[in-house]
């Protein structure tokens, strides 16, 4: 019985550390990406206790190991008419000031790399601000400086949408699509003074031509905050070899993106089939006056399940950078609350510790794991801040 007794108790600590390892939670993690805000705008939901609901709260924060969360901005181009993009990314950035004030002992604002390790030391989240969209700047340079006041540390040049200075890679890559390709001298003004303040430059969502504008124009690195490898996933949102050599020949960083579109070839045009076949039934039983109840979730999963990513393939693209060019230029951004499904065993960010895990697994040293955990934003970061 005593046997069993100590059998049970080993499988049950093996477990423990095999999900949570000691290495993740003496690391410095940084996520480069959630759009938690918008998330906790448009639900109403509380996202500063433990919840179910959404991926990322502030215990849940805590329970995955994120030292680091960037705070995401971002305004919504179909909102515009009934408030403008500026207006709207104000109204975010009011909601996390909120957050804090009501937290103080928790999560604090960060605007150095040494406002981030004082923070840490006092084990407090530290939140830092990024801004999803040079439309909310609405083709003002003034607005940049307000929101680097307030403390912005990024600015991601375009959304899905293309402000009147850069294009995104959807409008690059939309047949037809009549606008202008790449930076004007507008946006290379942007660039130059996003240099000038320290802010970092993301070209996540950029086009490829606006990516080699904006190589050509900053004289400092650059990040691409939440994109994955084209190479294993054809998607027009991630980074070709070629990009990835050439951020890195800069000193960037890309951070790889938990979307499963952004993750598996393929799984974006089955799962948004699924979807719309889903809306489509949905509509079906509603217009025949049916009480018949249809699972919409149940149904999308069964349709994607086959080819469904998990932690492995997340650490695939990881893998892939630093077979690539190194482990130097590759971190997380999860683009979690941003987008609407995520991988087995990252379903939120207290799964966070897991990909330690599966990078201990694939026997990555313990150097590697903290330059991808965090190391490497914090290099990129005290590279170009003031």
């Not at 215990?59 to 403008?84: E, H, S, T």
């Not at 104000?90 to 909601?95: E, G, I, K, N, P």
């Amino acid at each position: 019985m005593k046997k069993l007794f100590f059998t049970v108790i080993f499988f049950v600590l093996h477990f423990a550390f095999a999900q949570k390892p000691a290495l993740h939670f003496s690391s410095l993690v940084v996520d480069m990406h959630s759009d938690v805000l918008n998330s906790h705008l448009d639900t109403g939901r509380n996202i500063e206790h433990f919840s179910r609901q959404g991926m990322v709260d502030l215990d849940r924060l805590k329970m995955g190991g994120v030292d680091a969360q960037f705070f995401v901005l971002w305004p919504d181009p179909d909102q515009k008419k009934q408030m403008g993009m500026y207006a709207q990314a104000v109204r975010v950035l009011d909601t996390l000031d909120a957050l804090i004030d009501r937290n103080p002992q928790r999560i604090a604002l960060c605007r150095t790399p040494d406002d981030i390790e004082k923070t840490v030391a006092q084990n407090k989240i530290a939140a830092l601000i990024g801004l999803e969209g040079g439309s909310a700047i609405e083709d003002d340079l003034g607005k940049i400086n307000y929101f680097y006041k307030r403390g912005m540390r990024y600015l991601g040049l375009t959304w899905n949408d293309s402000p009147s200075w850069a294009s995104s890679a959807l409008d690059e890559t939309t047949p037809g699509w009549q606008g202008h390709k790449g930076l004007n001298d507008f946006g290379r003004r942007v660039v130059r003074q996003l240099n000038d303040l320290g802010v970092l430059v993301d070209v996540s969502h950029s086009g490829e031509q606006t990516f080699y504008d904006v190589l050509h124009t900053s004289t400092k690195p650059i990040i691409a905050s939440h994109s994955s490898v084209y190479a294993i996933c054809p998607h027009f949102r991630n980074l070709k070899d070629d990009q990835i050599r050439a951020l890195a020949k800069k000193g960037g960083v890309m951070f790889i993106n938990f979307y499963p579109s952004y993750l598996v070839k393929g799984f974006d045009a089955i799962y948004q089939h699924a979807r719309k076949r889903a809306t489509e039934i949905q509509d079906s039983l509603k217009n025949s006056g049916s009480g018949e109840t249809f699972d919409r979730a149940a149904y999308i999963m069964s349709k994607i399940s086959g080819i469904y990513p998990d932690v492995k393939t997340v650490v695939d693209h990881i893998d892939y950078v630093v077979k690539l060019v190194g482990d130097e230029y590759v971190g997380l951004g999860s683009d979690f609350d941003g987008i609407p499904i995520a991988p087995h065993g990252l379903r939120d960010v207290s799964k966070m510790p897991a990909i330690t895990t599966e990078l201990l697994r694939r026997g990555y040293s313990e150097t590697s794991i903290k330059k991808i955990l965090g190391g490497n934003f914090m290099r990129v970061f005290k590279a170009v801040a003031r």
